[in-house]
């Protein structure tokens, strides 16, 4: 299924994991409307808790058309359930992801001797 027009071509489906890389994050889908494989990130795994996926699992997933580690296609949404998740609506743009700021405060220059 496509959705959307021009550079925003998004396919839906559904397919199953060839690889995982736990320790790396990231992976590769199989499925009849990605064909060769697509590539697939944990940040884009819609899940709670450890985001990962298993070789020989079932999923459903939403992919662009997107050159990534030699796959023509990047996922940009995975789940493993029936049905799709929905979309985390935060009250705020902002990430959820830490962050930290650093201040820096420098002397005054001492005063040189008497000029």
């Given at each position: 299924?496509?959705?959307?027009?021009?550079?925003n071509i998004r396919?839906?489906?559904?397919?199953?994991?060839?690889?995982?890389?736990?320790?790396?994050?990231?992976?590769?889908?199989?499925?009849?409307?990605?064909?060769g494989g697509c590539?697939?990130?944990f940040s884009a795994?819609?899940?709670?808790?450890?985001?990962?996926?298993?070789?020989?699992?079932?999923?459903?997933?939403?992919?662009?058309?997107?050159?990534?580690?030699?796959?023509?296609?990047?996922?940009?949404?995975?789940?493993?359930?029936?049905?799709?998740?929905?979309?985390?609506?935060?009250?705020?743009?902002?990430?959820?992801?830490?962050?930290?700021?650093?201040?820096?405060?420098?002397?005054?220059?001492?005063?040189?001797?008497?000029?």
């Amino acid at each position: 299924m496509l959705a959307g027009t021009g550079q925003n071509i998004r396919v839906a489906g559904s397919g199953v994991v060839r690889i995982y890389h736990g320790d790396e994050g990231w992976g590769v889908i199989d499925g009849a409307e990605v064909p060769g494989g697509c590539w697939v990130h944990f940040s884009a795994i819609a899940m709670n808790g450890y985001r990962q996926l298993a070789a020989g699992q079932g999923v459903s997933f939403i992919a662009e058309p997107m050159a990534q580690d030699g796959f023509a296609y990047r996922a940009v949404k995975v789940w493993t359930t029936e049905t799709e998740p929905l979309d985390e609506q935060s009250e705020s743009a902002q990430s959820r992801a830490y962050h930290s700021t650093m201040t820096l405060a420098f002397d005054e220059p001492p005063e040189r001797g008497g000029r």
